[in-house]
Nanobody, 115 residues
Framework: QVHMVESGGGLVQAGGSLRLSCQVSGIAFSRAAMGWYRQAPGKQRELVVVDTSGGSTNYADSVKGRFTISRDNAKNTVYLQMNSLKPEETDVYSC?????????WGQGTQGNGSS
C-alpha cells in the first residue's frame, strides 16, 4: 500500500520561505520521478517542478531561481524549498510519484497562506 504524507505548509509574509516535504512509502522511491504541483482555487493544477529518477529537473518558469526540489532516497522523501514567496502563491501543493507503471498523488498541503 502506498502512503504519501506532505507537510511543511504554513503562513509566512511575502518574500519569506517555506520548505515542503513529501514522505513516501510503498514504492521504489529511488526509481520514481517525483514532482510538485500546485493548484489555486478555481484553477487547474499546474506543474511546479519534477525531478526524474535520473537526476534531471524541470521547473516551471514562474518558480525558476526561487524554488528548489531535492530528494533523499534514504528517507524516501522529496522536498520543495520555496524562497521569495509571492502573495499570490497561496496554492495547495501536492507531490506526485510516478513511473511508467504507476502514478500516485499526495493529499496536498497549503503551500503558503502568505500575508
Amino acid at each position: 500500500q502506498v502512503h504519501m504524507v506532505e507537510s511543511g505548509g504554513g503562513l509566512v509574509q511575502a518574500g519569506g520561505s517555506l520548505r515542503l516535504s513529501c514522505q513516501v512509502s510503498g514504492i521504489a522511491f529511488s526509481r520514481a520521478a517525483m514532482g510538485w504541483y500546485r493548484q489555486a482555487p478555481g484553477k487547474q493544477r499546474e506543474l511546479v517542478v519534477v525531478d526524474t529518477s535520473g537526476g534531471s529537473t524541470n521547473y516551471a518558469d514562474s518558480v525558476k531561481g526561487r524554488f528548489t526540489i531535492s530528494r533523499d532516497n534514504a528517507k524516501n522523501t522529496v522536498y520543495l524549498q520555496m524562497n521569495s514567496l509571492k502573495p499570490e502563491e497561496t496554492d495547495v501543493y501536492s507531490c506526485r510519484a510516478h513511473s511508467e507503471r504507476w502514478d500516485y498523488w499526495g493529499q496536498g498541503t497549503q503551500g503558503n497562506g502568505s500575508s
